[in-house]
């Protein structure tokens, strides 16, 4: 051995003989117990809030140095309550020494046990999370007993630096329980019974990690089990992290759930990229309430969110509805499921939903949409189906959003309205999320867009309506979108119409332009009503424009007119007359009055409708029939809600019996203006006895024939 290999054995065996030397110096003539109050001294005059030590600290130094905590507690700042902020029953954690000499940080086992964390944001809106020291101090180096402030670290470590920091042989953390409350809202929620465990996590190596525990919400009312499972292996390099598989169980349960009770599944195997900040999705798979999505693709993130992949949709609503606990209609083929499979792109002004394919209930569909919204937004939609009936996702999107909103009424009924809103920190790339979505429907986006539509649907099913045989075709430049034509088949009649939007001010103005032909009023009564009270041939000519998109702004902003004309039927069953206008006609009169109700061929109900800014306007209303005529005029108001109109009914030899319409236009009043039946019915009584059928020389005879004809 020659003499330079001797001095290098030689000073490595002295440093050996110093490190252990000193290890059993510090572990046997150093008591670190003795240095609680300086530790806590530090603690308060970095964060304001008193540590306290209800057990021992011990350390250990060769080959490990360590320390471990016995119990361990963080008091809440003032204005909260007395409980601790964060309380520990036992932490130990090692870090081995002579990687500390390589730069390198590697940790033996960490425990974590009795863990309770209460975080609290007060009706004033302060958390308690946030510290701060009880002042301002100048910026010096502080000693605290053995304690230095250590130089702040250099701001280019990296995300795999970070990882670095990371190595341990295992990781233990049982019986954690971690609250926060929101007494603004009266919301708490908690996670109980926490363990975590994983196995040694090294650079190159596999290693295991599994969570589970216990979700608590009060308002929301739902508890949830759940645990993962994550099995990964880092690069040598800790510049990439490869998921095997990430599998997360959640079985939530209330009354606040919809059904009560759901079980949610995760599972996924993806490619971490943390030098790039992208994430490669190998598969991955979603499952609730019997609907299942499967991704995969890509995602980035190191400054906008860019997603690319294949997206696959599998659902049965029978099966949902009964995941929900309600029923829901039986398909006519047996069959009903939705399958989808889609290309998917979410990048930065940019939403693409490419190749869709799949079916309905069996019967196939297929179709793209992009939406463009940079410096010229461009819009372009294609739909092509044989039979689609969306009757059960609306019934089933209904009672979950009746479910949502009567949540949502109860917390904030409860909330204050004054209250200060809270909005959490949220990183660049959630920013930019927000940021585009607003850009997406902005007017000065939307003002600018050009479109393309292109819908074929040889039959839908909405809201118990049957539309066949629909073509829409579109075009659309600088903000303004024509659909021409927009033609359909609903009630055995044909529709052609022209719609036209333009979304160059503030609020859409739309504009369309219809005509009917041949629709029958015996579906359109049977659809609306559930009794089918009239038949014949309905025509319709229309030209109406309103602004916005609300229900609300649309029937304030009504302009145009409707005619309609309808031929050759029967009405059946009418209730246009008050409750106890019968009662008002006697014997043979109020027999046929009845009699003209039950069943009554027209020939003619016709009439013109003019709307200005949600007033709807009739003044020609005519109904012509065997045994009964009719006019009327009058308004409705769509803002108000209101109605005043007024029909005079004509049964052949009775007198006429004037109707007044007012109140509610969705709830109206019916009632017999009765100054007008009397002065009519006087009139109709003179107008017999004085007929010239009646006109004899003898006046006695001439009243008697009169009255012969009034009450025969």
């Known amino acids: 051995m020659n003499l330079i290999a001797k001095i290098i054995l030689a000073v490595a065996g002295t440093l050996i003989t110093l490190l252990v030397i000193a290890a059993i110096s510090l572990t046997t003539l150093v008591d670190p117990n003795d240095y609680k109050q300086e530790i806590s ?104 007993g053995s304690i230095i402030k250590s130089p702040k670290p250099k701001a280019t470590q990296t995300e795999s630096m970070a990882l670095a920091a990371l190595l341990i042989e295992s990781l233990s953390v049982t019986d954690t329980n971690i609250t926060y409350e929101n007494q603004r809202k009266e919301q708490k929620y908690s996670i109980k019974d926490l363990s975590l465990a994983s196995s040694a996590f090294r650079a190159g190596e596999s290693f295991t990690l599994n969570v589970n525990g216990i979700a608590v919400a009060q308002k929301p009312a739902i508890e949830s089990p759940f645990t993962m499972t ?38 996924t195997a993806l490619t971490a990229q943390l030098k790039d900040q992208s994430i490669t999705v ?35 609503y029978r099966k949902i509805a009964k995941a929900l606990g309600i029923s829901s209609p039986q398909p006519a083929n047996n069959n009903s499921e939705l399958i989808l499979s889609m290309q998917l792109k979410l990048i930065p002004d940019n939403i693409a939903l490419n190749d869709i394919q799949g079916s309905l209930e069996g019967h196939p569909l297929n179709g793209d949409f992009q939406y463009y919204f940079g410096n010229k937004p461009q819009l372009r939609l294609r739909l092509n189906a044989e039979h689609l009936n969306l009757d059960p996702y609306i019934a089933l999107g209904k009672l979950f959003k009746e479910r949502t909103e009567a949540s949502d009424d109860t917390t904030k009924s409860k909330t204050s309205a004054t209250s200060p809103r809270i909005k959490a920190r949220s990183t660049n790339v959630e920013l930019k999320a927000e940021q585009n979505i607003a850009k997406a429907v902005a007017p000065k986006t939307l003002a600018k867009l050009n479109a393309n539509v292109d819908i074929t649907i040889n039959k839908l099913l909405v809201n118990d309506l049957t539309i066949s045989n629909i073509k829409a075709l579109g075009k659309g430049k600088d903000g303004v979108i024509t659909i021409n034509p927009l033609q359909f088949r609903v009630f055995e009649g044909d529709v052609a119409s022209t719609l036209k939007t333009d979304l160059r001010g503030a609020l859409p103005v739309s504009s369309i332009t219809l005509t009917t032909d041949k629709m029958n009023l015996a ?118 809600d209101s109605i005043h109109y007024k029909a005079d009914l004509k049964f052949d030899n009775v007198p006429v019996i004037p109707v007044v319409i007012s109140g509610k236009l969705s709830k109206p009043n019916y009632k017999v203006d009765m100054k007008r039946f009397l002065g009519s019915s006087v009139e109709d009584i003179a107008k017999t006895l004085l007929n010239k059928e009646n006109k004899d020389e003898n006046p006695l005879k001439q009243l008697e024939k009169g009255l012969k004809n009034l009450f025969k």
Do not use: C
């Not at 598969?283 to 997603?307: C, I, P």
């Not at 013109?608 to 009058?634: C, H, P, Q, W, Y």
């Open 230 to 267: 994550l099995e990964a292996t880092p690069s040598e390099d800790l510049s990439t992290v490869d998921v095997t598989n990430i599998d997360i169980t959640l079985e939530p349960k209330g009354k606040d759930v919809p059904g009560e009770q759901a079980s949610i599944h995760a599972r």
């Open 41 to 144: 001294s530090a603690v308060y005059d970095a964060t304001g809030r008193e540590l306290t030590f209800n057990g021992d600290i011990s350390l250990t130094f060769f080959p490990w140095f360590g320390v471990s905590l016995g119990e361990v507690s963080m008091n809440n700042p003032k204005g909260f309550p007395d409980e601790a902020f964060a309380s520990v029953t036992q932490a130990k954690a090692s870090v081995k020494v002579l990687p500390l000499f390589f730069r390198k940080i590697e940790f033996s086992d960490v425990v974590l046990n009795g863990l309770t964390l209460n975080l609290i944001e007060n009706k004033k809106g302060v958390n308690n999370w946030t510290f701060a020291p009880p002042k301002s101090a100048p910026d010096k180096t502080k000693h605290h």
């Open 523 to 640: 579906n359109i009564t049977k659809t609306f009503t559930g009794t089918e009270y009239a038949s014949g041939k309905l025509f319709v000519n229309a030209s109406l424009s309103a602004y916005g998109t609300t229900q609300e702004t649309v029937s304030s902003t009504l302009n145009g007119k409707a005619t309609f004309n309808a031929t050759d039927g029967t009405l059946t069953g009418l209730k246009i007359l008050p409750p106890g206008t019968l009662e008002l006609l006697e014997g043979s009169l109020q027999k046929k009055v009845k009699s003209s109700l039950t069943a009554q061929p027209y020939q003619v109900i016709r009439g013109t409708l003019f709307a200005k800014n949600g007033r709807i306007s009739n003044n020609d209303f005519i109904m012509k029939a065997t045994e009964l005529n009719a006019n009327g005029s009058g308004f409705a108001n769509l803002a108000s």
């Open 282 to 316: 190998h598969k991955g798979e979603l499952s609730a309430y019997n609907t299942v999505v499967n991704l995969t693709g890509n995602v980035a993130y190191s400054n906008e969110l860019d997603v690319t992949g294949h997206l696959n949709l599998h659902a049965d």
